[in-house]
C-alpha cells in the first residue's frame, strides 16, 4: 500500500499512522510537486528583486541584521542544519522521527515555503527507504525545533547519525550505502528544513497513542478492584453516569460494566472507599483531556508552520514573504502537561485502591492479600514502590510550558519547551505503566485468595490471562520478576482483548 500527498490539507491520522506506524511507502502526487515549484519559482523572483529574506540573505536571530552576501548564501543553508545540531540525551523513538520527516514533507505541498520539487522528492525517497536518523531527545531551549530539526536533516548533508538495523552508522556511510550523494540545498531550504514545529505534532501524538492503552488498563484494574472487594457497582450505575451530564465519565462508567457484566451487578452492598467510587469521574476526566488533545494534533497533521512563508498577493495582503509565529507549539505543550496532570490524577486513584486493596477491613481477604498471615509479608511492598511512583507522577505534573528565557541576545525571548513537556510526560506514563503492573499483581493474588472464578465473563477472563503469566505469592519471595512480567502484559495490550 501507498500513501499519496497531494496538499497538506489532505492528511489524516489514520494516513499518518500508516506511513509512520505501519511504514507504507508515500507517493507526491505530480501536481503537488508542481504546486512546489511554483512556490519556488515565486521564491526566486523576491529574491531577483531585492526582497530581503531571513535566514536566506540574512543572517537568523540577532544577527538578522546582518546581510549574507550572495556566494555565502548556499554554505549558510548547510550551515543552518549542521552548526545548530547540538544536544544530547537519549534518542528519540524512531517513530516519532520518522512522523516529523513525513509533517515536514506533507507542510511543503502547499507551494507556501519556497523549496524545490527536488527536495520533496529526497524526503519521499528517504521514508520509502526506512531513513532513521538519530535526535537526541534533549532538552532543548531555543524559541522553535531548530535544534532537533538540525539533528535530523543533517543527516542528508552527510552529517550526524542514522539507525541501520541494530546499528547505528555516520549518514555520509549510510549516504554511500545508497548510492547517494550529500544533498545540496537551494535557497531558503535549509531553513526550511530546521523550521516549524513538527516535533510538537509527532511527539504528542506518540505520547497520546501510548496514553490510551495505559487509560483502558487502568479502568480494567479498578472494575477488577471493585469485583475482588465485593464493593457495590451503584456509583457507576448507567442511570448515575447519565445524570452527571458528561459523556465521558458515562463512556468509562459503561466500560466497567462492560467488564462486569454477568456478575452480581448493583447490588446492596457496602459503599466503598472514595478510590473504589470514583473511577469514572477520574478516567472520564483524564480520557477527555486525551480525546481532545488527539483531536487538535490531528489537525496539527495538515499545519504549515514554517516561516518566513511565500505567498502570493491576496486581498490588501501584497506578494512577498511573510513571517509567523509557527515555530511556537504553545498548544501542544499546553496539551501535554494536562495529560501529565491527568496521568497523575489515575496515578493517585490507583495507589490508593491498592492501599484499600491490602486491607482487609475493605476486601475481608486477609491483611496485605498474605497467603499464611502472620510471618508473611503477602504484596504489601507493591503499596510502598506505588507510593513512590504516585509522588514521582505528581512532581512531573508541575508545567513545563509556563518557563520562559531569552536567548539570542532577546531576539528569542520566549520558548515553548514542547520538548520539555513531553519527556515529563513520557516519564508519567513510565510510573503509570508501573503502577499498574504492581496493582495487578496485587490484583492477580487476590482473585487466588478469593478463591473460584468470577462470574463476569469479561473480568474473569482477564484474570485468567494474568493468572497464566503470574504465580500466586504462597510465599515471602522477591516481587521484582512478578511485576516486570506484569508490565509485559501491559504492554502487550493482551489484557485488554475481548
Known amino acids: 500500500m501507498t500513501v499519496r500527498l497531494d496538499r497538506?490539507?489532505?492528511?489524516?491520522?489514520?494516513?499518518?499512522?500508516?506511513?509512520?506506524?505501519?511504514?507504507?511507502?508515500?507517493?507526491?502526487?505530480?501536481?503537488?510537486?508542481?504546486?512546489?515549484?511554483?512556490?519556488?519559482?515565486?521564491?526566486?523572483?523576491?529574491?531577483?528583486?531585492?526582497?530581503?529574506?531571513?535566514?536566506?540573505?540574512?543572517?537568523?536571530?540577532?544577527?538578522?541584521?546582518?546581510?549574507?552576501?550572495?556566494a555565502d548564501r548556499a554554505a549558510l543553508q548547510r550551515a543552518l542544519v549542521t552548526a545548530r545540531a547540538a544536544a544530547t540525551g537519549e534518542p528519540l523513538p524512531a517513530e516519532v522521527v520518522r512522523g516529523v520527516l513525513l509533517l515536514r514533507l506533507n507542510g511543503f505541498l502547499g507551494g507556501h515555503v519556497g523549496v524545490g520539487a527536488s527536495l520533496c522528492r529526497a524526503l519521499a525517497e528517504r521514508l520509502n527507504d526506512g531513513w532513521s536518523p538519530v535526535v537526541p531527545a534533549g532538552p532543548y531551549g531555543a524559541a522553535g525545533e531548530i535544534g532537533p530539526l538540525?539533528?535530523?536533516?543533517?543527516?542528508?548533508?552527510?552529517?550526524?547519525?542514522?539507525?541501520?538495523?541494530?546499528?547505528?552508522?555516520?549518514?555520509?556511510?549510510?549516504?554511500?550505502?545508497?548510492?547517494?550523494?550529500?544533498?545540496?540545498?537551494?535557497?531558503?531550504?535549509?531553513?526550511?528544513?530546521v523550521n516549524g514545529s513538527p516535533f510538537a505534532t509527532a511527539l504528542g501524538l506518540h505520547a497520546c497513542a501510548r496514553m490510551r492503552p495505559l487509560l483502558d488498563t487502568a479502568t480494567l484494574a479498578a472494575a477488577l478492584a471493585l469485583a475482588l472487594a465485593g464493593a457495590s457497582t451503584r456509583p457507576l450505575a448507567r442511570r448515575v453516569a447519565a445524570l452527571a451530564a458528561d459523556p465521558f465519565q458515562e463512556r468509562v462508567s459503561a466500560a466497567v460494566l462492560r467488564l462486569l457484566a454477568g456478575g452480581p451487578l448493583h447490588g446492596d452492598a457496602r459503599q466503598p472507599p472514595v478510590s473504589f467510587r470514583v473511577a469514572a469521574q477520574v478516567h472520564g476526566a483524564a480520557l477527555e483531556a486525551l480525546d481532545r488533545a488527539e483531536i487538535r494534533l490531528e489537525a496539527r497533521l495538515?499545519?504549515?508552520?514554517?516561516?518566513?512563508?511565500?505567498?502570493?498577493?491576496?486581498?490588501e495582503e501584497p506578494e512577498g514573504l511573510y513571517a509567523t509565529g509557527g515555530f511556537h507549539a504553545a498548544g501542544p505543550a499546553l496539551w501535554l502537561d494536562g495529560l501529565a496532570l491527568a496521568v497523575a490524577h489515575v496515578l493517585n486513584l490507583l495507589e490508593k485502591r491498592l492501599h484499600r486493596l491490602v486491607d482487609?477491613?475493605?476486601?475481608?481477604?486477609?491483611?496485605?492479600?498474605?497467603?499464611?498471615?502472620?510471618?508473611?509479608?503477602?504484596?504489601?511492598?507493591?503499596?510502598?514502590?506505588?507510593?513512590?511512583?504516585?509522588?514521582?507522577?505528581?512532581?512531573?505534573?508541575?508545567?513545563?510550558?509556563?518557563?520562559?528565557?531569552?536567548?539570542?541576545?532577546?531576539?528569542?525571548?520566549v520558548q515553548a519547551l514542547t520538548f520539555l513537556s513531553a519527556e515529563r510526560l513520557g516519564r508519567a506514563l513510565d510510573a503509570l505503566e508501573t503502577a499498574l503492573a504492581c496493582e495487578?499483581?496485587?490484583?492477580?493474588q487476590a482473585a487466588h485468595l478469593r478463591g473460584g472464578?468470577?462470574?463476569?465473563?469479561?473480568?474473569?477472563?482477564?484474570?485468567?490471562?494474568?493468572?497464566?503469566?503470574?504465580?500466586?505469592?504462597?510465599?515471602?519471595?522477591?516481587?521484582?520478576?512478578?511485576?516486570?512480567?506484569?508490565?509485559?502484559?501491559?504492554?502487550?495490550?493482551?489484557?485488554?482483548a475481548r
Do not use: C, N
Open 453 to 496: 472464578r468470577l462470574a463476569a465473563p469479561a473480568a474473569a477472563a482477564a484474570l485468567e490471562r494474568l493468572a497464566a503469566s503470574l504465580e500466586p505469592v504462597l510465599d515471602d519471595r522477591p516481587l521484582a520478576g512478578d511485576v516486570e512480567r506484569a508490565r509485559q502484559l501491559v504492554r502487550s495490550g493482551v489484557l485488554l
Open 8 to 70: 497538506p490539507d489532505a492528511l489524516d491520522l489514520a494516513a499518518y499512522r500508516r506511513v509512520v506506524v505501519e511504514r507504507e511507502a508515500v507517493e507526491v502526487t505530480p501536481a503537488a510537486l508542481e504546486r512546489v515549484e511554483e512556490g519556488r519559482r515565486r521564491l526566486q523572483a523576491l529574491l531577483a528583486g531585492g526582497a530581503r529574506a531571513y535566514g536566506v540573505t540574512t543572517g537568523l536571530g540577532h544577527l538578522q541584521a546582518a546581510e549574507v552576501p550572495e
Open 360 to 413: 482487609a477491613r475493605v476486601t475481608g481477604l486477609p491483611d496485605q492479600l498474605a497467603a499464611a498471615p502472620g510471618g508473611h509479608a503477602g504484596v504489601v511492598a507493591l503499596h510502598k514502590t506505588v507510593v513512590g511512583l504516585a509522588a514521582e507522577a505528581r512532581l512531573l505534573a508541575s508545567p513545563a510550558s509556563v518557563h520562559a528565557f531569552d536567548t539570542s541576545s532577546g531576539q528569542e525571548d
Open 150 to 193: 538540525a539533528h535530523l536533516f543533517q543527516t542528508l548533508v552527510g552529517e550526524g547519525w542514522v539507525r541501520d538495523g541494530d546499528r547505528v552508522v555516520p549518514a555520509g556511510e549510510a549516504l554511500a550505502a545508497r548510492g547517494l550523494a550529500p544533498l545540496e540545498l537551494g535557497p531558503k531550504e535549509g531553513l526550511a528544513l
Open 302 to 315: 495538515r499545519a504549515v508552520t514554517d516561516s518566513p512563508l511565500v505567498l502570493a498577493a491576496e486581498g
Open 440 to 444: 495487578l499483581v496485587a490484583l492477580r
